[in-house]
Structure formats: structure tokens, C-alpha cells
């Protein structure tokens, strides 16, 4: 898998001397700051201690399973042209190396919807889909119960809202309120369409 993250430090510097620190017990492969440079902080071959606790599609230790890309970014602000275009670079990279398909690029909120919002609603994800680096809908599906497509889609169990917020912040992000139609029917699209995994 790739997870895609945002720091949630105020500048680069910041966030690299917290992924490089030993005693922060976090890490990550890559990190791409706003301008568009790029560090690998870790060998694609070793694991990293960007996941933490969670499970997608089923799966748990996210970290031994996938590939952890940190864009610098607060969470309040747009991700800048050159970061983007850095990423997309490098998604296309990793994703070649490691036969990684689009349905199994993540978001970080995704996998664990009850402790983390990154990389929030700012990010493109139909723009990277368009570039087959990750997965986006055609189209809607049927007016159908929320929860059984978020369980199909790959959502872990969590309180309702949060998996609402997860899914919204990915495929509807300007979702607001109570769970809508839009929600049930774009959640019903994607689970259509990633079948059974």
C-alpha cells in the first residue's frame, strides 16, 4: 500500500527533526515540502513508523504492508503546485515499483478515522486519480445504507461520524452535517467498483 499523510508541523525543519529524532518513534519514506523537494528518510525496503494503529480492508500493521509519503503541511493550507507535481512524480515511482494499484492508495485518516485527519479534505484526490495514482468514482451509485459500503470500501470499524468525516475528507469533501445521499451514493460507487477484495 501508500499512505499519504500531512505533517501537521509548522515548517519543514520542524517536521524533519521530529521524523529524524529516535526518541519520536515516528518515521516515514519520504517527506516533500511545499516548494517541491524531496527526502527519503527510509529505505523503501525497511519499514517505517508512519501508520501507527489502524487496519484497511482488513489488514493490520499498515506500516510492514506499505510505503509512507509526508507532505509538510498544517492541514489548514492548499498543497502547493510543485509539491503536487513532486508527489505525483514519486507515486508513479513507488506505485511501478511495487505494483501497487490505485485502490490501494490511502489516505492516513482512512485507515485510522478515529485519531487522524491527515491528509484532510485539501487534497486532490480526483486529480491524482486522472492520473491512475489513486481511485476515484464514475459517476454515483444506488441510494443504499452508508456502513455496508464503507465496511466493502476497506473502512475499519469506528465510531459512525468519524468513518463518515474519513470517507468525506477522500471522496466528498465538501461534505458537511449529517450523513446526505451524496455520501451514500458516492460511498455505494466505490464500493461497487473495488468489488470484493
Not at 518515521?27 to 527519503?40: E, F, K
Not at 506500516?63 to 503546485?81: D, H, K, Y
Not at 490511502?106 to 489513486?134: T, Y
Not at 468514482?137 to 441510494?143: I, K, N
Request: hydrophobic residues 40%; charged residues 25%; neutral net charge.
Amino acid at each position: 500500500m501508500l499512505v499519504l499523510h500531512y505533517t501537521g508541523m509548522r515548517d519543514t525543519e520542524a517536521a524533519l527533526d521530529r521524523l529524524c529524532d529516535p526518541g519520536a518513534q515516528v518515521s516515514a519514506h519520504y517527506v516533500i515540502c511545499p516548494r517541491g523537494t524531496l527526502w527519503q528518510l527510509v529505505s523503501e525496503e525497511n519499514r517505517a513508523w508512519h501508520a501507527g494503529a489502524g487496519e484497511w480492508a482488513g489488514l493490520r500493521d499498515i506500516n510492514s504492508r506499505s510505503i509512507g509519503i509526508e507532505l509538510v503541511n498544517t492541514g489548514a493550507q492548499p498543497f502547493p503546485e510543485p509539491q503536487m507535481r513532486r508527489l505525483e512524480e514519486l507515486m508513479r515511482q513507488v506505485m511501478d515499483r511495487h505494483a501497487i494499484a490505485p485502490r490501494d492508495v490511502i489516505a492516513h485518516s482512512d485507515m485510522a478515522p478515529e485519531r487522524k485527519e491527515d491528509p484532510g479534505p485539501r487534497l486532490d484526490w480526483r486529480r491524482l486519480a486522472r492520473l491512475g495514482l489513486a481511485f476515484w468514482p464514475e459517476g454515483m451509485g444506488e441510494d443504499r445504507p452508508l456502513a455496508p459500503s464503507l465496511d466493502a470500501i476497506g473502512y475499519p470499524p469506528a465510531e459512525t461520524s468519524r468513518r463518515l468525516q474519513a470517507f468525506r475528507f477522500r471522496f466528498h469533501p465538501a461534505g458537511t452535517g449529517p450523513e446526505s445521499v451524496v455520501d451514500r451514493r458516492r460511498a455505494a460507487a466505490v464500493a461497487a467498483a473495488f468489488g470484493p477484495t
